[in-house]
Structure formats: structure tokens, C-alpha cells
């Protein structure tokens, strides 16, 4: 089975895709020079997923320059950030979802939002911040 992705939001502050697929999955989820205002220094983090697992296997969202840090490991259903206790998942690059051989089949949606080096929006980069205060 092959992934199904789709873009829900794609805004000045955040990116909301709606993700299924299966089985032995290892494909590029958020493209960063296809987001709206991505420039070549823009960075996201994963700032919330709600998701459902199906099988006894596992499912990995992983940045494209990642390190143990900045991947995420899902099994099971429940969800993962927004809340006090639950900090935003940075990391480089391209955001890579694998899925081993045990998956049946999965869903979630991801919530990443655009933390730096995106031209688009009023506080889009430290640049316009500065611009903002100097103001």
C-alpha cells in the first residue's frame, strides 16, 4: 500500500496533513521547499500527532539530518503534543515517515509548525521580528 497524504493547512504559522498507509513504508511526508514561503533555511518541528496503529508494529517520523532526538516512535492509538508536559520535536531538514513490517495499516494527522527562515507572515522570521520591535 502505498502512502496517502494530504495537505490540510499550510499557513503562514503551521502545516496540518492527514497521512494512512501500511506496511514497510519509507517515504518523505513534508518536502520543505514545497511549503508555502520555505526558504533554504526554514525549519518545523512536530508540534502535534494524533494517531492509530494498527498490527504490533511501529511507525517513526524522522528529519531528514536526524539524530535519536529528533524522531518521533508511535504504536498503538493516542496522540502527542500541545500539552505542558509534551515539548515540540525540532529537528532539520525534510520530515521522512517509516513503517516496519509489522503495521497493518495506519492514520494520523501531523501537526508541524514553521519555526524559522519562512518569508511569508508577520513574525515569519527573526527578521521581520526585528523589523516589528525597531518599529
Same mark, same amino acid.
Given at each position: ?6 495537505? *490540510? ?11 494512512? /498507509?501500511?506496511?514497510?513504508? @519509507? ?9 508555502? /514561503? ?18 504490533? /508494529?511501529?511507525?517513526?517520523? *524522522? ?15 493516542? @496522540?502527542?503534543? !500541545? ?24 492514520? !494520523? ?8 527562515? $519562512?518569508?511569508? /507572515?508577520? $513574525?515569519?522570521?527573526?527578521? @521581520? ?7
Amino acid at each position: 500500500m502505498t502512502i496517502s497524504s494530504t495537505q *490540510l493547512v499550510d499557513d503562514s504559522f503551521k502545516v496540518i496533513n492527514k497521512i494512512s /498507509g501500511a506496511r514497510n513504508e @519509507n517515504e518523505t511526508l513534508i518536502n520543505l521547499d514545497n511549503l508555502k /514561503g520555505s526558504t533554504n533555511e526554514s525549519e518545523i518541528s512536530i508540534a502535534n500527532v494524533y494517531y492509530e496503529i494498527e498490527g504490533t /508494529g511501529k511507525v517513526q517520523l *524522522l528529519f531528514e539530518n536526524t539524530q535519536e532526538d529528533d524522531e518521533f516512535t508511535m504504536i498503538g492509538i493516542d @496522540n502527542y503534543g !500541545l500539552k505542558p508536559s509534551e515539548q515540540k520535536i525540532k529537528g532539520t531538514g525534510d520530515i521522512t515517515i517509516k513503517t516496519d513490517a509489522n503495521v497493518d495499516k495506519f492514520s !494520523l494527522m501531523l501537526e508541524c509548525h514553521k519555526e524559522i527562515g $519562512f518569508s511569508n /507572515g508577520w $513574525f515569519s522570521n527573526i527578521t @521581520n521580528y526585528r523589523w516589528y520591535l525597531w518599529c
